[in-house]
């Protein structure tokens, strides 16, 4: 296999899109795309990781409240994924209503849920790192909402069931096919 060496850039793919959900003092809710979502520790505790960049309204608005939601869309949402990434909070947009997402309470956090994402993470930051040209807000996961549909009788998550968007080089993919059989994972100790 040749191969040739290139100057790297954004060098691990493929990720998720996330659509992380966030709130002001007065309880508005915001919206930003991600393609740097990520776990960082597993099992004890769960926790994930977001980077933002400082520029972004999000970055603002979750560093003052220390709470966010990781909401993880449909294929067929990507044109809201774009929208959502493509203007900012900062301008006034209710990204909500724009783009007809729907609002639910969480939980445990102030930010609100996306109704149309199959799978949503509610987070209140443990940890800021500062990591380059974005800061990573740490978050552990409090609850974990997960649709109904994508799991089977017993439980357990249904992997073809879960139609996501990961981001590559160059744009945006759906996930393939399966390739092994039924694995638990993280494994009991
Ligand atoms: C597919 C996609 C992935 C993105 N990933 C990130 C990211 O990981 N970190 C980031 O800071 N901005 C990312 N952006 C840019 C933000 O979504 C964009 O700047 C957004 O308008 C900021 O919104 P806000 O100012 O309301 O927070 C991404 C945009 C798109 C379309």
Redesign the pocket.
């Known amino acids: 296999m040749a191969k040739v060496q290139r100057t790297p850039s954004r060098p691990v793919y493929p990720t998720p899109?996330g659509l992380i959900t966030?709130i002001d003092a007065e309880g508005r809710p915001?919206?930003?795309?991600?393609?740097?979502?990520f776990n960082l520790s597993i099992r004890e505790p769960i926790w994930v990781g977001?980077?933002?960049?400082k520029?972004?309204?999000?970055?603002?608005?979750i560093s003052a409240q220390r709470e966010y939601v990781v909401n993880l869309p449909t294929s067929g949402m990507l044109d809201q994924?774009?929208q959502?990434?493509?203007?900012?909070?900062?301008?006034g947009?209710d990204?909500f209503a724009e783009f007809g997402l729907t609002a639910v309470p969480s939980e445990q956090v102030r930010p609100p849920l996306i109704a149309e994402c199959p799978v949503n993470l509610e987070c209140k930051v443990v940890d800021v790192l500062v990591t380059g040209d974005?800061d990573v807000f740490v978050g552990e996961v409090v609850v974990q909402h997960v649709a109904d549909d994508l799991l089977n009788a017993d439980g357990a998550f249904v992997l073809e069931r879960f139609d996501t968007i990961v981001?590559m080089p160059g744009g945006?993919a759906g996930v393939g096919a399966r390739l092994s059989p039924t694995i638990e994972w993280p494994p009991k100790r």
């Open positions: 899109t966030s915001n919206i930003i795309t991600l393609g740097e979502v977001i980077a933002l960049r520029a972004t309204y999000s970055h603002e608005l994924v774009l959502c990434g493509s203007v900012s909070g900062r301008d947009v990204k974005h981001m945006f």
